[in-house]
């Protein structure tokens, strides 16, 4: 007997973030995140900071897009869910994870537009606990600004007080591992609704 599960393609979830140092805390947090959603039964893309830096800054004016630019934007438009990741420079997100961002205009006049509809993970790492508090909130407007639906957990590592990862980068901090499980169970859940109301009208569409 055929599984109808196998016809059903797994979620896209895109992961966008880190600093401009491979294997910040910022990165890995987004990448614990993106594995608890495998978990879950999501195939997962990353780009990290030092994609991120190698990206021109975004003109609107010109339309050329690099190599990096152009893949980001094709994960974009797949993708049904995201976690963005940003340290908190001057009570707001980086500059570098910013012009990733404002990439995401080029999505302006797709069917779906920019990242409507989508569950968004959110993480943010800083020194102190102010600066996670005010990054998160300029994180979420920037996520509602493009339409998406921020998780009501938002992940905040005060690099002042924590340090999360072991000399092998295995996340060893309880309650930041917690908090990557509880975002990713957010984000599918989301995923998952979204995709029974669609195919509810697609049903009713037919009938």
């Not at 991120?52 to 994960?75: I, K, T």
């Not at 990557?180 to 029974?196: C, K, Y």
Request: charged share 20%; hydrophobic share 40%; aromatic share 4%.
């Amino acid at each position: 007997m055929t599984d109808p599960q196998a016809a059903v393609p797994r979620p896209h979830i895109v992961g966008i973030g880190g600093t401009t140092r491979a294997g910040s805390s910022t990165e890995r947090l987004v990448r614990a995140v993106l594995a608890e959603c495998e978990g879950l039964g999501a195939r997962t893309s990353m780009f990290p900071g030092p994609e991120l830096l190698a990206m021109p800054h975004y003109n609107p004016d010109d339309p050329e897009r690099s190599e990096g630019q152009r893949a980001m934007v094709a994960a974009v438009r797949e993708a049904q869910g995201f976690v963005i990741g940003t340290p908190g420079y001057h009570g707001s997100v980086s500059g570098l994870v910013k012009n990733a961002i404002d990439l995401i205009e080029d999505t302006r006049t797709d069917p779906r537009v920019y990242l409507d509809g989508c569950p968004v993970g959110q993480i943010v790492s800083a020194a102190g606990w102010q600066a996670t508090g005010v990054t998160l909130s300029a994180l979420r407007d920037i996520i509602h600004s493009l339409r998406g639906w921020p998780t009501p957990i938002g992940i905040a590592l005060n690099s002042m007080v924590q340090r999360p990862f072991d000399a092998a980068g295995e996340l060893v901090d309880e309650g930041l591992a917690t908090a990557t499980r509880l975002q990713a169970a957010q984000i599918m859940a989301h995923v998952s609704g979204t995709r029974l109301h669609r195919d509810a009208e697609a049903l009713a569409a037919r009938a």
